[in-house]
């Protein structure tokens, strides 16, 4: 600090005040033009999978981190391996950290933990099978390298006599070198798509072994800090260096494969058939049975576990998913399916992806699925019994619009319903009365519909259980608080939603004290303080957003504002804001103000039919225009002057 101070009082003159300003815009111009790192980078990448005739296979694992900033120590020094204890086991595991002079530093066994989901004295593991072998190397320093080399060998084949890979690299990271290679009979018939990548080299090793080999390098990482946070981005297997290579012909295949494994645990036993009757009770149609049944199962079989992460994918007995009420995704569609079998009502399970892709590889991967659900083919619905929040024929949001493929009567790459626009909606009504001593009184009601509400119904219903639950008081108070107030408040009328609904409403009351000054002249912005779920002004933030270059994801919907002002006699409204009328082809904007004496009644609305739930970058201007106008509304005031 002494030096660089002394350095500074030298430079006072204005030929030395110009030469600071030069240095300044050249040091700046050097760190616009400097490469952009994440702080480190892969010096080596390599994987070498030998496939077996069963579809088995080990996997050589070796990576190298190096160090190229402190911000990166933190999440260099530390390293969790996990594999299948059921079907895996892990081997030949080499760690060590390797100084910037070459000499290296060996991991103890004191710097490793290993966690296993085994159960007691021998049994299986009750949930997820998954070991973890949690490694912290020692002093990491910039500059130093990681190494992590590691065997993982597969003696039970995820589905017998298949292998399946579906795996890309990062351009947001550095590589120096990658390579992937996999070796495996010719007899297996393993196929192979490859994007932003070179064709992988291929070559016979004997007879009946053949070998891919793909290389990736990259030295310039690509910089993704300036992206927008607020348009999600919907992926595609295009947009990274990805490989898939897998022998399924066809995802029937894969479907059949899975349906051969989970079939027989969906049998009709006695308990399962005098459970069904009891839920059921005396519900006569078939339908209200089917959703008697998917209620009580998504209520009582709480969800953990692997799902479908590879390993074993044979869903547990239903008895011992009863006796726990407990399984993963493939149980909740297990017992679904069966429970429902017990009505005769015929169901079959389906392999979908709950993540970001919303599409499947051009190879068949089962990797593609990572989630199971049911269809059942006579209401035309689908269920995710995993979901406390999605009433009977409806999906959570990030399953909607999904390639989804049906384990039994396959018929090609189905898709989930999108959620019309019509569905989703919410109105909100305000109404203010400004006392005059600048207090403010607020009755307020909301409306929702749609996976809003769902969300909704099942968080303030956990919360009416609860032993804290006091109406809203204390978060009120609290609130207030943090505005610098005094006052109070609760929550009126919630409804009794015991499970997930499709419109959920509430109602609340809150006072301010001193919130206005009604003795000077003063602007109003014309809004509740208290910002409703879901309001239309949060939609301004997309007037930043110019352009954008990648399809992201979307949904239409109905948004209703309603807003009542009563002023008090002791002061005058003098002026209320123009009406704003704002359309595109997809999406429409409209504020309407009324006065009438000292009250004045605002009415805002949003209506927008995206069909969702991805959409094309082309669509982007229109809600920015919509969203300047948004943001451009949102800044209005009512003037009052006192009399």
């Not at 760690?95 to 007691?120: C, F, L």
């Not at 997309?542 to 109905?558: K, N, R």
Request: hydrophobic residues 35%.
């Amino acid at each position: 600090m002494r030096t660089r101070k002394a350095w500074y009082t030298r430079v006072t003159s204005a030929a030395g005040m110009l030469w600071l300003c030069v240095a300044a815009a050249n040091a700046q111009a050097e760190a616009e033009n400097r490469p952009y790192s994440p702080g480190w980078k892969y010096r080596t990448h390599n994987e070498r999978i030998e496939v077996h005739k069963d579809g088995s296979n080990v996997r050589h694992y070796e990576y190298a981190y190096t160090a190229l900033a402190e911000s990166a120590l933190d999440s260099l020094n530390e390293e969790t391996i996990s594999y299948h204890e059921g079907s895996e086991t892990l081997e030949d595991v080499v760690a060590y950290t390797e100084k910037k002079d070459g000499s290296r530093v060996a991991v103890p066994d004191t710097n490793v933990q290993v966690t296993s989901h085994a159960g007691i004295n021998g049994a299986a593991p009750a949930f997820s099978d998954y070991k973890d072998r949690h490694i912290v190397f020692p002093d990491v320093e910039v500059g130093d390298t990681v190494v992590l080399a590691y065997t993982i060998n597969e003696h039970k084949p995820t589905f017998k006599n298949h292998f399946s890979l579906l795996t890309y690299y990062s351009d947001a990271d550095v590589y120096d070198g990658a390579e992937l290679v996999i070796i495996a009979p010719r007899s297996l018939g393993l196929r192979q798509k490859t994007y932003n990548l070179g064709a992988p080299s291929v070559s016979t090793l004997d007879k009946d072994l053949q070998q891919w080999k793909w290389v990736y390098t990259n030295l310039r990482a690509t910089d993704r800090r300036s992206e927008t946070s607020v348009i999600r981005r919907a992926w595609r297997y295009a947009d990274w260096p990805t490989v898939e290579i897998s022998n399924f012909k066809d995802y029937g295949q894969i479907a059949a494969a899975y349906e051969e494994q989970a079939v027989a645990r969906a049998v009709v036993t006695d308990r399962v058939r005098k459970l069904s009757g009891e839920i059921v009770g005396n519900a006569a149609s078939k339908r209200e049975q089917a959703e008697k049944i998917y209620a009580w199962v998504a209520k009582n079989i709480s969800f953990a576990g692997n799902c479908l992460s590879g390993g074993d994918v044979v869903p547990r007995e239903t008895d011992a998913v009863l006796n726990m009420k407990m399984g993963d995704c493939k149980d909740h569609a297990t017992l679904l399916q069966a429970l429902l079998a017990a009505r005769s009502i015929k169901s079959t399970q389906a392999l979908i992806n709950s993540g970001s892709w919303y599409e499947a590889p051009e190879i068949p991967c089962w990797q593609a699925f990572n989630h199971v659900i049911n269809y059942v083919p006579e209401f035309a619905t689908y269920l995710d019994a995993t979901s406390t929040s999605s009433p009977f024929g409806t999906l959570p949001e990030q399953e909607r619009g999904k390639p989804v493929v049906w384990t039994s009567a396959y018929r090609g790459i189905e898709h989930t319903p999108i959620r019309r626009p019509e569905e989703n909606w919410s109105t909100a009504v305000d109404n203010v009365t400004i006392l005059a001593s600048g207090g403010i009184e607020v009755r307020s009601q909301y409306r929702f519909g749609g996976a809003l509400a769902n969300g909704l119904s099942e968080r303030f219903a956990q919360w009416r259980k609860s032993p804290e639950f006091d109406g809203g008081a204390q978060y009120f108070r609290r609130w207030i608080e943090q505005l610098g107030y005094k006052g109070g408040g609760g929550y009126d009328d919630l409804a009794d939603a015991d499970g997930p609904t499709e419109t959920f409403t509430l109602t609340m009351h809150y006072r301010i004290e001193g919130y206005l000054d009604t003795s000077n002249p003063y602007g109003l912005t014309l809004a509740a303080p208290f910002p409703g779920p879901n309001a239309i002004a949060q939609a301004a933030a997309l007037a930043a957003v110019e352009s954008y270059d990648h399809d992201f994801l979307c949904h239409g919907d109905t948004k209703t504002e309603e807003l009542s002002i009563v002023f008090p006699d002791n002061v005058k409204l003098l002026a209320v804001p123009k009406d704003a009328h704002v359309q595109t082809p997809l999406v429409r904007f409209d504020a309407a103000y009324q006065q009438m004496g000292n009250t004045i009644r605002v009415k805002r609305s949003v209506t927008d039919t995206t069909p969702g739930p991805v959409c094309a970058p082309a669509i982007v201007p229109q809600y920015a225009k919509i969203a300047s106008a948004i943001k451009k509304d949102a800044k209005t005031q009512a003037i009052y002057q006192p009399k």
